[in-house]
């Protein structure tokens, strides 16, 4: 198989550890969204809570 | 690097057709095996297949069939174990037997090696492909586009991408809902309405707000200038101290109770508006209930069109109900049907969005009302009527959010929209909230100082708000835009991820398949992902023919092709994602090739797949005994045949070395029991050989009858050519006649025939044998080709001869 060719893990991995390079996203948001990927707790109820705290928490 | 695995040996025992111990003694080495129809060859890829995966596909695919009882060999006893062993090429701490046995009356499965290498090699070869049967061919062929897209995604571990799209979409869905239900734009009209009418002014900015308040003030020269919040506060507590405190309170009060009703009833029309969409939705589920139970049966219509599309079922009827059916037919209906299901499935999605909105609505109102419930000042008894308003209100929402967690399938109905709408007589009671307002007021235009109080604080309270409705929905907004943002990019690797991948896969199953049928018209095979941009449902099969693109690939293909496709997909599929094993067992799987596709696809075998441990299995004898055998010797590989009789089951043959080995050690040992067999195959083995060597004529014979010849024939034809060729190898003919005339070898010429000769005959008969072999086999020790045979004629001195030494010859006149 190609070099090219990744395994769903390796496309995820890759695409959580530059989550927060993606031009135009909130770095809390990319932050919130690996830490959840990278300890295996991304659920949308998880994801919604966080959204949440994050809106709370910003008091600008 | 890991040490990729290769089998050393499988043994197995009481497993389908093997009642006795069979063992493939591999050593690492590839090995084709024949074995006719009957002769329970597939035991070996059942046993294999239960040791890896705990299944038997073709067993396991039949509810009727109990699995464990259906691998047992039927001839064993309760108290037998069957078993599998295997054992590996330098990884000795796999090595693993698998048993099935009977405990307290239940049959049980369980391994000898419990260790966690074991474990983590038997998970990571349940993800490979390690075996392939003649009935799996078409399997990716024959399933729905959106099951080969599952088949592949579950394959690479796009199952776990898929999900995880999933989740980031639920989660830009869920921003957007609650900005639409934040209603911000009508919670700031209100805000700004009170703005208007404390202040006067529609206000945006700080500085205008201060300078209203400063103006508003200067009369009372209270020596304050509002330049801060921190200051109107200031401006309040003068003001405080000169007014009447309670009435102040009761005023906030009824003007927060007035604000929260002016904004529910502004948002009347779109909460009606958002319960309609939502109760139409309700409607045309619960009136078709019917096809939401059918997303249940999608699972069953698709079973069974499996069963269609793969022959299991080949009469012209219903398998289940078996009413007269054509097949086609039959499978049109279902596609149909499935169509419809998938309808059913997008409404749903549909009626689930819209209860969801309505659910959230209400929710967000009813703690707006008892944002006023729960002030103390509405226990006081003139506030009576503001309390049964607030609570009728609040019952009445409620009835909404009752409505929007009704189960569509309960059978029940939901209120229509016009029974649950608030109506203007719903807020009648905030006439009385609006005098007790004006009265207060009145109050207080005696004493201006009071009115100052009540319109500046109810104005810093409308401005506080106002920015903080913008500043949620900013916060929100900013969020839905990265969450957008993020999805769209997800999307976008999922595809680039999974193209590359289809695009490198189908190079391999091209490439394999080009090998397979050169110069035939369907060229460039691939499979293609389908779907729009950021939702893949599905992946097809494509090739060109005569310069079109095609699809499905069922449009031109024979079934030949179609089984030519499988088989370079499962082997694309070996080349792409078994990473720790590499041996791949074949089980009978060119049985709809012709001759030449047969020809290719040994060729591609040892040619594209040479550094693999290659168990092939096959029931054909003539691409066995004229095509991959001599291929596989050269190769090294190891060849042998597999029969079937009552007494042993499934069993390897024995090379004629091992044969003589074992009725030596018999007859010395005086273990005479079920020696015949063997003496005659033994027999059979030698006469062969001789009648080859000398080119003994034998009437014509087919194929496997010509292989099937009884001994007696093969002495007539022996005899026959010796008495017209060699008057020296005629002198020899006693012996020959004492195997003839043997009533041993009438016996045992019966190839299941029991009989018990005396152990001195059978030693005198086995004797003879070795001296008939003696005659044509040269017994120097330095010869290298001892066989006497007409590939050595000497045609100066006319002598039929061994090929080494040439010590060994005979007269023989051609």
Known sequence: MAENVKSGKEILDDFF????????????????????????????????NELQQLRDGDKD | ????????????????????????????????????????????????????????YHLSSNSEIDLKDALRNSGLGKDDISEVNVSFVKESDIDCSKTLFYKRDNLTTDFSNSSDDFKKYLELSKEENLLLRYQYLTDFIDNTKSDKL??????????????????????????????????????????????????????????????????????????????KFEDIDKVLAHLKNETNNKLNKELAFLEKANTVLDTIKSEVEFIDSEYTNYFNEFELIANDVESIMQTFLGELLKAGDTVLAKKYHKTDNCPLCLQPKSIEELRAEIAIRLKEIEESSKKKASFDKAKQLVNSITIERIKRLETVLLDPLVEVDESKLIKKGFTDLKEKITEYQKASVERVTSGNKIPKAETLKLLTSDFEFQNAIGSRIKEIQEIFKKDNSAVLYSNISASKDAFLKIKLFEKQKEKLEKQRKSLEIIYNEFVKVQKEGLENFITSFSGKINEYYQYMNPDEPFQEIKIVTVGDEDELNGITIEYKYNGNWVSPPQKYFSESHLNCFGLSFFLASVNAFNNKNEFILLDDVISSFDSNHRKRFAELIFEKFSKYQIILLTHEADWFTNFVSPLAKKKGWLINEIKWTKEKGTHLEEEPRDLRVRIETNLADSKIENLGNPIRRYLEHSLKEIALNIEAKLSFQYNDSNEHRMPYELIMGIKSEIKKCSAELQAKFPVIDRIESSAILGNISSHDNPFNPKIGDLKAFWADILELEKIFICEQSDCKRPLVSLKNYDSVAKKIRCGGCGKTKYDWKK
């Open chain 2, 150 to 227: 599952k088949y592949l995604s579950d394959i690479i571990g796009f199952l776990e991408v898929t999900k995880k799209k999933d989740v980031l979409k639920k989660s830009y869905n869920s921003i957007k809902t609650e900005i639409k239900n934040q209603n911000f734009e009508a919670q700031t009209n209100i805000q700004k309405g009170t703005l208007i009418e404390k202040l006067g002014a529609a206000i945006s900015q700080e500085e205008n707000l201060f300078e209203k308040i400063n103006e508003k003030i200067k009369p009372l020269k209270t020596g304050i200038e509002v330049e």
């Open chain 2, 1 to 56: 690097m890991a040490i990729k695995t290769k089998i050393n040996s499988i043994t197995i025992k009481g497993i389908r057709g093997a009642k006795d111990s069979l063992e493939l003694p591999l050593k690492g080495k590839s090995i084709v095996l024949y074995g006719d129809n009957g002769t329970g060859k597939s035991s070996i890829s059942d046993a294999l297949e239960w040791f890896y995966t705990n299944r038997v």
């Open chain 1, 17 to 48: 550890n530059g989550i927060e390079t993606i031009v135009h996203v909130d770095a809390d948001i990319a932050k919130m969204l690996k830490r959840l990927y990278q300890e295996d707790k991304l659920t949308d109820t998880n994801v919604k």
